[in-house]
């Protein structure tokens, strides 16, 4: 069976809470800036509360343009309010865990990483021998990643 284990990372031009809060609200549902790979919902509780479960969607051609959309959701496991939130993905088309690290760094900057562990379940199994999922995931994360610092920096000036 794949199983990916990537690390994709990225340094923000804000302070940890701010990522933070940014990371919380795009869970909830905000579209802020993970679109326009990713969109998420809030499916129950909260996303940054032990046992919120969220749902994700990745949009392959980009929300609004058709092409396969995969559907997966999460659980919180684990929380550290403004440096850590670990993370199951538990229906859908992935299962395994993922962690989202925050680390404050000099001159009121943030290293923000994503620490995924999944493994393809259902059909997507079968595409995942055909197309590297790792790779698009790492693509898409560091895209979101980049739009966020891209706002954070904004918000600054």
Same mark, same amino acid.
């Given at each position: 069976?794949?199983?990916?284990?990537?690390?994709? @990372? *990225?340094?923000?031009? *804000?302070? *940890?809470?701010? #990522?933070?809060? *940014?990371?919380?609200?795009?869970?909830?549902?905000?579209?802020?800036?993970?679109?326009?790979?990713?969109? %998420?919902?809030?499916?129950?509780?909260?996303?940054?509360?032990?046992?919120?479960?969220?749902?994700? /969607? #990745?949009? /392959?051609?980009?929300? $609004?343009?058709? $092409?396969?959309?995969?559907? %997966?959701?999460?659980?919180?496991?684990?929380?550290?309010? =403004?440096?850590?939130?670990?993370?199951?993905?538990?229906? =859908?088309?992935?299962? $395994?865990?993922?962690? %989202?690290?925050?680390?404050?760094?000099?001159?009121?900057?943030?290293?923000?990483?994503?620490?995924?562990?999944?493994?393809?379940? $259902?059909?997507?199994? #079968?595409?995942?021998? +055909?197309?590297?999922? =790792? +790779?698009?995931?790492?693509?898409?994360?560091?895209?979101? %990643? @980049?739009?966020?610092?891209?706002?954070?920096?904004? #918000?600054?000036?």
């Amino acid at each position: 069976m794949t199983t990916y284990d990537l690390i994709d @990372e *990225a340094v923000i031009d *804000a302070p *940890a809470d701010a #990522v933070w809060d *940014a990371l919380v609200a795009e869970f909830r549902g905000a579209k802020k800036w993970w679109v326009p790979h990713n969109t %998420f919902t809030a499916v129950s509780g909260a996303p940054d509360a032990v046992g919120g479960k969220v749902g994700v /969607t #990745v949009h /392959t051609k980009g929300e $609004g343009n058709g $092409g396969l959309k995969l559907r %997966f959701t999460s659980r919180t496991v684990a929380v550290e309010p =403004g440096r850590r939130l670990d993370i199951e993905y538990v229906e =859908g088309v992935f299962r $395994g865990p993922s962690t %989202f690290l925050l680390e404050p760094l000099e001159g009121g900057r943030t290293r923000i990483s994503m620490h995924f562990t999944g493994s393809p379940h $259902g059909w997507l199994k #079968v595409l995942a021998k +055909v197309a590297d999922l =790792g +790779v698009e995931h790492s693509k898409a994360t560091l895209a979101a %990643f @980049e739009s966020l610092d891209r706002q954070m920096s904004a #918000v600054k000036r």
